[in-house]
């Protein structure tokens, strides 16, 4: 059983910082790739940022320079610092995660609100 719990989020005004993690438990082998998507209310889910184990990062043109994914590799733990914050970044943001355990299965969190309105 994995799971992915994911915290931060929150009501924040346009050009405020906030910071989100995601945290992988369970029967876990490894971790591969893992990165953030989020859905705002009637759009389809997209990719925000992902990261691989060794660190190499890619972002969505809409976040580069504001956004920065990293992740502890020892916690099985993905971040996600959101600066220069803009009302279109407003969604709810999921984490994912590529783990293997007996056999290799993507994972999702359970969402985190982010509003970024004045």
């Known amino acids: 059983q994995v799971q992915l719990v994911e915290s931060g989020g929150g009501l924040v005004q346009p050009g405020e910082s906030l910071s989100l993690s995601c945290a992988a438990s369970?029967?876990?082998?490894?971790?591969?790739?893992m990165g953030w998507y989020r859905q705002a209310p009637g759009k389809q889910r997209e990719l925000v940022a992902t990261?691989?184990?060794?660190?190499?990062?890619n972002y969505a043109n809409s976040v580069k320079g504001r956004f920065t994914i990293s992740r502890d590799n020892a916690k099985n733990t993905v971040y996600l610092q959101m600066n220069s914050l803009k009302p279109e970044d407003t969604a709810v943001y999921y984490c994912?995660?590529?783990?293997?355990?007996?056999?290799?299965?993507?994972?999702w969190g359970q969402g985190t609100q982010v509003t970024v309105s004045s």
């Open positions: 994912h995660a590529a783990i293997y355990t007996d056999r290799l299965n993507g994972y």
């Open positions: 369970g029967s876990i082998f490894a971790v591969n790739v």
């Open positions: 990261i691989t184990y060794p660190g190499e990062t």
